[in-house]
């Protein structure tokens, strides 16, 4: 995939004395890989509107048919017009827009054994970030991650006809695409007549901020035979819709951007202005009685000012049975300070012990080439984590697993930044993280004060009106 990125990438400097910029590159990108990728699955794309009518012309009647096939998409109807939406041609020479489609044409996209557009658009900003563009990492959750997740949470819709998976932070799809994939894994590809058109059309839904990212999320899962619906808008400041779901998984954008004030939401208990805690809050709210969630949340979550608030509510409506503790560096090459966790919980039993894994400690930082994130770093907490994905089976303590009861919890203001591991690897100098990793780390500790000077300040300026 690198290889492709790379090849991808090269010809952008060449698009941007053609007025493309990296934005519009990528977004024009999609729209190609799409067509390329609707061949090889036989999705239904309308005839004389698809890849094979594009692929071999030239000159001016290239760049006239892919405006009518732009034009012809935007107007389909369904999930296409979702998806092509606003959709404009940016390529004003011929010549560069058949480069691109021969590029396209040359890879098998479907034989490749990742998310190809997930991974071309994340590889491709991650280029841009490179060049002193910022953005990239607020879309991706690592695919390890998101499996692992979906493999302990088990979203499973089959026989239950209301059920139905969010990611109210969907960004490109990955949890809702992973959680398709795992329940065609465990069909073996076949489901029942009565579930077959509900799982496809009724049961996958999401949100997202930015336009881009929703729309690859949209061709994902068209290109997975799924009709999602997915929202454009802001989860936390928008009204809620009311909609209630069985399983969310998702991992809110991390940082205090354009979170400088708290929302407005009557079913918000606490009032902050941190997002990730309002996400938390959102997803209380989202959650039918029994449901479940899992939400990756970094560390100054657990700990920053209303964090203990915020959890004692949630632990008094729902079970909050698990905390996952990452490894150093799971978020490279994006957010490569930022410490994270998963949290995992049901709603409508009260939290009496959770239950937290390490998987930190002593464990050598994440880094891109020499020591990447696999499957074997999560292995050991699935076996610990147990087959019930509400977190009731027998669990045994081991180093890296133990269990706090909600006394202890309480003793602690609800404050979960609980370790009991010595971390070794903190006192080697050959196995300390990065100065920018270090760096970026006081960043993340610094944004949560701020925070919490800022809930002061409205506490204060509110105070003030008060007496006036």
Known sequence: MSDVVNKLWGFCHTLRHDGIDYGDYIEQLTYLLFLKMAEERAAAIPKGYDWASLKNLSGTALTDHY????????????LLADIFAQATPRFNNPVNLKRVIAMIDEEDWSAMDVDVKGAAFEGLLEKAASEGKKGAGQYFTP???IKSIVR????????????TIADPACGTGGFLVCSYEWLIEQAKGVFDRADAKRIKTQTY??????????RLALMNLFLHG??????????????FRGEKNDVILTNPPFGTRGA???????????????????FLQHVLTALKPGGRAAIVLPDNCLFEGKAGEVFEILMQDCNVHTILRLPRGTFTPYSQGVKANVIFFQKGLPTEQVWIFDARSNVPGIT????PLTAQHFAEFEKSYGDNPNGTSKRTAIERFRSFGINEVKERGYKLDITWLKDDSLEDSDELPEPQDLASEAVTELEAVVDDLREIVALVEKEELVEK
């Open 368 to 371: 891109k080439k020499d020591r």
């Open 143 to 145: 695919r390890v991650l």
């Open 152 to 163: 302990v949470m088990k979203p499973d819709p089959r026989g239950k006809p209301e059920f």
């Open 67 to 78: 405006a009518d096939i732009l034009r012809k998409l935007r107007e389909a109807g369904g």
């Open 205 to 214: 839904h999401g949100q997202d901020l930015v336009p881009r990212p929703r």
């Open 226 to 239: 799924v009709e999602p619906r997915i929202y454009l808008g802001d989860t936390i400041y928008d009204p």
């Open 260 to 278: 400088n004030q708290a929302p407005e939401r009557e079913d918000f208990t606490i009032e902050t202005s941190n997002k990730q805690l309002n």
